[in-house]
């Protein structure tokens, strides 16, 4: 009986010493993980973040078959800081295709409503991140990225990331940036976007990939002019 | 249980007793070059240390003013460049020291009982001198830093699809609390100066409580050798001025892209694998070198007295060598290379296995005859010959 009646007290005191770990943990965890909300201490959702439309540019400059440009689309993340958000980039590349293909993917996301020959990926490597380069002929990619020759229907521009040398195909039958070669655990992550007139309006981005970028941090040096900026 | 516990106390009081942790119990054998690495670790460690907290006068951890500052030291200010090639050659030597070390443990067997606890921290070091060194070279803020920071932290984000387990939203943790933010930016130099910091700080602390408390000493080291290993990281820095690279450019990765070269090896590995696995590889990697003395029960220490382990080893080398190689030629055929790495393994392992059986079973036929006293098959508990190391 006493035996019973310790526990009931342990129970009680535990309540409040719960508590009070989970008070100083709380605002601890954030000070780790400031996108963490107020009282939450862990999330599996991923960020959501908000990125409205933006025009990124217009189909005039993709006039020919495997014509591209590459642009930028700032997202915004929730932060429970002062400032209540951080700026992200995502770099893009628009390339009109010389068919028209229904742009989704295999993992279910659509960019584009009905048939499209333009097609925008995002540029960020789904595998770790890096940022991989729309190579407009082949060749490049055999010579430049490990020494990888695509079969014969898809020798032409070509997807390729620096890193880890994962290969894409911007043209991929029922799965345009499909993965081709390398280490990629899938296909190019797309844009959602629509046509307005010539102006190329892109609404949303598929979700996933961390570390993308601060617009911020990309200034250039003042000595020695190494800097290189990206070829468009 | 009480006993399992006792048991563990006595066996950790034993360990921490024949801790050796800088080859400071092995003055006896310095006429072997590679008994004086743990001296050298302990020395360029000490470098390393001196000339970063010089280098912290001067640096500025933000993302706008942290290359230019670099340039500023080692450029502008007086002898900064020489602060700077300590800083980085020191570096340099210290993780060659720590795997040079790591082998010579390794083929002598030395992480044999009573060794297990030293071997184990000894590896421990490398993988936290190999932290330090990628936290260390982001603070450069050029483009091989930023890209190698941003590929090694998305390398968590996968432990979430590890198929049972489901997402638990712990590898996007792990890079979210170490990037402070959703990317590579000003949160992530500043918690990246932290940790390159504090993880020296710390262990700086715990190696001075260590020699206190044995009454051992740091350096066994004549002034000559010192002054020699001094003189060359002078020459080197001077020599050979630390790079700059270029200025961090998030919008491009660059073709082709290396990062530091004791991580060339692992990322060549990288290319190879799936995603998930090149975050486990390195894990297995790190688990079996801290679990090795565990494994190897025998009590040989000569390398050809455990045939399976030292091919381990021996295969641990190669790879490291012909990794490096191919990565520097700028040759990862994916379609065709993992196959043959994967057959080369398997049949090499295969081997070993067998060798090791075989090499047992003689052994214990051996044991089993009586040897005639003139011939004995192998001078038995002979001292160990110089060229174990
Ligand atoms: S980051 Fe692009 S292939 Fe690894």
């Known amino acids: 009986m006493t035996f019973d009646r310790r526990r009931l007290l342990q129970a009680l005191t535990a309540i409040p010493v719960v508590g009070g770990v989970i008070a100083i943990l709380s605002p601890l965890f954030r000070y780790l993980k400031p996108n963490d909300k107020p009282w939450q201490i862990f999330t599996v959702a991923p960020d959501a973040p908000a990125g409205g439309a933006q025009i990124v540019g217009t189909t005039r400059s993709l006039a020919k078959p495997w014509d591209y440009f590459y642009f930028t689309y700032v997202q915004k993340f929730v932060q429970y800081d002062p400032t209540g958000f951080k700026a992200s980039n995502i770099p893009g590349v628009a390339i009109r295709l010389p068919r028209k293909v229904r742009f989704a993917n295999s993992q279910g996301f659509v960019g584009y409503r009905g048939e499209t020959d333009i097609v925008l990926f995002q540029r960020i490597c789904p595998h770790l991140g890096c940022i991989f380069n729309y190579e407009p002929d082949w060749h490049n990619v055999t010579a430049g990225y490990g020494g990888f020759t695509p079969p014969a229907f898809e020798r032409h521009a070509l997807m390729a990331c620096p890193c880890h040398f994962s290969i894409y195909d911007p043209e991929y039958p029922a799965d345009p940036g499909n993965v081709i070669s390398g280490p990629a655990p899938r296909g190019a992550r797309y844009f959602e976007f629509h046509i307005d007139g010539e102006n190329i309006v892109v609404t949303g981005a598929e979700l996933g990939g961390i570390a993308r970028i601060e617009p911020a941090d990309a200034a250039p040096p003042a000595r020695g002019g190494e800097h290189t900026r990206a070829p468009s | ?389």
């Open chain 2, 1 to 389: 249980m009480e006993a399992v516990l006792s048991n563990l106390k006595e066996w950790l009081r034993d360990r921490k007793e024949h801790l050796d942790l800088f080859d400071e119990t092995k003055t006896a054998r310095q006429d072997n070059p590679l008994y004086i690495v743990g001296g050298l670790v302990w020395l360029s460690w000490m470098i390393v240390i001196v000339s970063g907290v010089i280098l912290m006068l001067w640096y500025i951890p933000t993302t706008t003013a942290a290359y230019r500052s670099i340039e500023h030291i080692t450029l502008d200010i007086p002898f900064g460049w020489l602060v700077r090639g300590m800083h980085k050659y020191g570096a340099d030597m210290l993780i060659t020291c720590i795997t040079l070390r790591i082998y010579r443990m390794y083929f002598a067997g030395e992480y044999k009982k009573p060794g297990e606890l030293s071997w184990m921290i000894l590896f421990a070091s490398l993988v936290l001198a190999m932290i330090s060194g990628i936290t260390g070279y982001l603070l450069i803020w050029n483009q091989r830093a930023f890209w190698a920071a941003k590929v090694v932290l998305t390398v968590p984000t996968y432990y979430d699809e590890i198929p049972v387990l489901g997402n638990l939203g712990l590898g996007r943790a792990i890079a979210f609390i170490f990037l402070g933010g959703p990317a590579v930016g000003q949160a992530a130099i500043t918690r990246f100066y932290a940790i390159h910091f504090g993880i020296s700080a710390v262990f700086a602390i715990l190696a001075e409580i260590f020699f206190y408390r044995t009454r051992r000493r740091r350096l066994n080291l004549s002034p000559l050798a010192i002054g020699l290993v001094l003189g060359f990281l002078a020459f080197v820095s001077f020599d050979r001025l630390t790079e700059m690279g270029r200025w961090a450019n998030p919008n491009r990765t660059p073709l082709p892209i290396l990062s530091d070269w004791y991580f060339l090896a692992l990322y060549q590995l990288v290319k190879y694998m799936p995603p998930l696995w090149a975050g486990i590889a390195p894990a297995l990697l790190i688990g079996y070198g801290m679990l090795v003395p565990f494994m190897d029960r025998t009590r040989e220490t000569r390398p050809l007295e455990r045939p399976f382990f030292f091919v381990v080893g021996l295969l641990a080398l190669f790879y490291f060598i012909v990794f490096t190689a191919l990565i520097m030629l700028n040759i990862a055929v994916i379609s065709r290379d993992p196959p043959i790495i994967l057959g080369v393994t398997f049949v090499v392992l295969a081997l070993a296995f067998v060798w090791e059986i075989a090499h047992r079973r003689r052994k214990a036929q051996r044991a089993a005859q009586p040897a005639p006293r003139a011939v004995p098959a192998r001078p038995a508990p002979a001292p160990r010959p110089a060229q174990a190391g």
